[in-house]
């Protein structure tokens, strides 16, 4: 059985519809909401013969919520409120949140320790984290158009390319989307490790999208 039906098969309970993409990745779309989609990979990491899997959750704001609204302003306010969550430890699990490291290639956002950094460390959400099963969760906005962006996931070098086409986003958006990616280091999970993944992601993204829409939009 491939990784692509092992997944299915461990999500077939839930009232997700599957797409396969041209690089042999899978993209699950929950059916009660259609603004979540969630894009699954298994890659080899590089310079090792390890495989790594991830679930990436997409979250995009739609256009009637975003009338009036300064774009490029909103995606700065998203960036410095992006976080890394990192899971230490083996039978007990501390979470360590810090600053998105992808803001290092990315000048002059500040830093906000309010709202989102907030969220994530409320009992609730902490707890959340911790049952995925992730060893890294980083949450941050799509800053590269929608029809590229499993390219940006597939590629481990960030070069001068990417680095224009991020700077050409940020000036004008095309649409605003949360990022949850979940980074599990060791290949394809167990059937109830990739429900517990896929339920973090979702129900974290589902708390993303009332915290954007009660704190980030009027």
């Not at 519809?17 to 890659?43: D, M």
């Not at 490029?72 to 410095?80: F, V």
């Not at 230490?88 to 000048?107: M, N, T």
Request: aromatic share 8%.
């Amino acid at each position: 059985m491939s990784w692509v039906q092992s997944v299915k098969k461990a999500l077939e309970q839930y009232e997700v519809s599957f797409e396969e993409t041209g690089r042999g990745n899978l993209v699950a779309k929950p059916l009660e909401n259609p603004q979540i989609r969630l894009i699954i990979l298994v890659r080899r990491m590089q310079f090792s013969f390890d495989r790594k899997f991830e679930i990436v959750g997409v979250l995009e704001i739609p256009e009637d919520r975003l009338k009036n609204q300064d774009k490029p302003q909103l995606l700065r306010r998203m960036l410095s409120e992006s976080l890394e969550l990192e899971l230490k430890g083996f039978l007990s699990r501390s979470l360590k949140v810090s600053r998105w490291s992808g803001l290092a290639s990315i000048p002059g956002v500040p830093m906000s320790e309010e709202g989102l950094m907030q969220l994530i460390r409320s009992r609730e959400v902490e707890e959340l984290v911790k049952q995925g099963g992730g060893d890294l969760i980083e949450i941050f906005p799509s800053l590269i158009p929608v029809e590229l962006f499993e390219t940006y996931l597939m590629t481990s070098d960030r070069g001068p390319m990417i680095s224009s086409m991020v700077k050409k986003y940020m000036e004008s958006p095309q649409s605003i989307s949360w990022i949850v990616r979940m980074h599990m280091l060791y290949g394809v999970q167990s059937a109830g490790g990739i429900r517990r993944a896929f339920l973090t992601i979702v129900n974290l993204l589902k708390k993303i999208e009332e915290y954007t829409y009660t704190r980030l939009l009027p």
